[in-house]
Nanobody, 121 residues
Framework: QVFLVESGGGLVQPGGSLRLSCAAS????????MGWYRQAPGKQRELVAA???????NYAESVKGRFTISRDNAKNTVYLQMNSLKPEDTAVYYC???????????????WGQGTQVTVSS
């Protein structure tokens, strides 16, 4: 079994910053892509940022220039630095990872439980 645990969410004023962390643990052989998604009330879950095992990144247009995704492969951890936060960034943020486990061939996709980010004055 693989577990993804997010941390770092909270309440912040517009223009402020937060740093989210997601640590993967369990029967992990390797992790391929990792990413952050978010879901606001009444909205579909959307990709915020993704990063490959080699460090190639991809961002949603709405967060480009404000958010930065990074990872530490030795720690099986992915981060999301969020700057210049806007009220429209308010959502539950979910960590996602494609994981190769010891038990089965091929990768499986795992989700964290989510962490609330609220941007409000």
């Amino acid at each position: 079994q693989v577990f993804l645990v997010e941390s770092g969410g909270g309440l912040v004023q517009p223009g402020g910053s937060l740093r989210l962390s997601c640590a993967a643990s369990g029967s992990i052989f390797s992790i391929n892509d990792m990413g952050w998604y978010r879901q606001a009330p009444g909205k579909q879950r959307e990709l915020v940022a993704a990063i490959t095992r080699g460090g190639t990144t991809n961002y949603a247009e709405s967060v480009k220039g404000r958010f930065t995704i990074s990872r530490d492969n030795a720690k099986n951890t992915v981060y999301l630095q969020m700057n210049s936060l806007k009220p429209e960034d308010t959502a539950v943020y979910y960590c996602n990872a494609d994981v190769l486990t010891w038990a089965v061939p091929g990768n499986r996709n795992y989700w964290g439980q989510g962490t609330q980010v609220t941007v409000s004055s």
